[in-house]
């Protein structure tokens, strides 16, 4: 029986239409929504992928600890995952992730190690050189690798991929994603190109990340990076799981445009997902309004507003950190 376990129901997730929140009038937008995962986000795929082959190729044996470092959702997945397999999960993670993501890897019984957001990638202080050096030290461990390992694009061009291009029965024209280690965005947008290759690929960054800089120069400098508050896209690093050669256009976000489209999305069409679920609305709906032909865009709500509840779905949180509600 396919549903048999939770391992099972990973992917499949459902593809819906915009119906209120985008005024053009030959573009259509969908939105695939991710928080169907069983442990609440997009993660589910690419931890389940890794952890299948680890376990055929004996690199994550009986008794083991998977150790990540993560912004929670991967995080959630593998504590999720560790609990359905009976491993032990160790996961790092910078001090900006939300309580909520925080306390449900606890529930899971995984065991997290919180680092300052601050902390530079060169510093032994950051949360992935942090999740190098634990996994160095205990044995019988595997680490996820999500941001270098080329399983994680490989997990969505074998799922994400191959259901939009059938759930849009192949009428998709675009397909928007922000990344964090690409996975998401490079993985479907080479199985979707296979299928079409006049299908255009955009990428929102946010304010403060260095991909957009690294798309538009092929340099970036880490001295113009800085701290946001969406979590989950943007990086300060260059992760070897993002192909930068399949995206068309980038464009550059900030929180605000982001938390406002989640709030926005979640009043008129009853969607309630994260900060970054709102950056890639945001952008399709920038990218509605330059387009002059018919076009169907896809895009993603990686993970639920429920993880948010304590920051951008709180008036007051918003208020302190300077957004308009
Ligand atoms: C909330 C959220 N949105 C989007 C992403 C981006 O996904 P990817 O790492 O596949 O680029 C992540 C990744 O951590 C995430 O946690």
């Not at 993560?70 to 910078?94: Q, R």
């Not at 595997?142 to 694009?153: A, E, G, K, S, V």
């Not at 059938?166 to 947008?189: D, L, M, N, P």
Request: proline share 5%; charged share 20%; with cysteine.
């Amino acid at each position: 029986m396919k549903g048999n376990t939770l391992f099972n129901i990973v992917g499949n997730t459902p593809l819906v239409k915009l119906n209120k929140i985008n005024p053009a009038k030959n573009v259509e937008i969908y939105v695939k929504l991710e928080f169907f995962n069983p442990s609440g986000s997009v993660k589910d795929r690419i931890v389940k992928h890794i952890i299948d082959n680890a376990e055929r190729n004996g690199l994550l044996k009986p008794g083991g600890t998977i150790v990540e470092n993560t912004s929670g959702n991967t995080g959630a997945a593998v504590a999720m995952i560790a609990a359905i397999k009976g491993y032990k999960a160790i996961l790092t993670m910078p001090d900006k992730v939300s309580e909520e993501k925080q306390n449900a890897l606890k529930a899971y019984g995984a065991e997290i190690v919180v680092t300052p957001t601050s902390a530079l990638p060169n510093s032994p202080e950051h949360y992935v050189n942090t999740a190098i050096r634990i996994a160095e030290e205990t044995p019988n461990s595997f680490r996820i690798n999500q941001y270098d390992n080329l399983l994680n694009p490989e997990a969505h061009y074998l799922t994400t991929g191959p259901e939009i291009w059938e759930q849009t029965e192949g009428k998709v024209t675009h397909f928007v994603a922000a990344g964090s280690t690409g996975g998401t965005i490079s993985g479907t947008a080479k199985f979707l190109k296979e299928q079409n290759p006049n299908i255009k690929v955009l990428m929102p960054d946010p304010v403060g990340s260095i991909y957009y800089d690294y798309f538009k120069t092929g340099k970036y400098d880490l001295s113009s990076a800085c701290t946001y508050h969406v979590e989950g896209v943007g990086e300060d690093h260059i992760a070897k799981a993002m192909d930068f050669s399949l995206v068309d256009e980038m464009y550059k976000f900030t929180d605000q445009d982001a938390f406002s489209v989640a709030r926005q999305l979640a009043k008129t069409e009853g969607i309630f997902g994260g900060g970054t679920g709102g950056a890639n609305v945001w952008a399709a709906l920038k990218l509605a309004e330059t387009l002059t032909e018919p076009a169907v865009i896809v895009t993603i709500i990686p993970d639920s507003g429920v993880k948010y509840l304590s920051k951008l779905y709180n008036d007051k949180w918003m208020k302190d950190n300077n957004f308009s509600v």
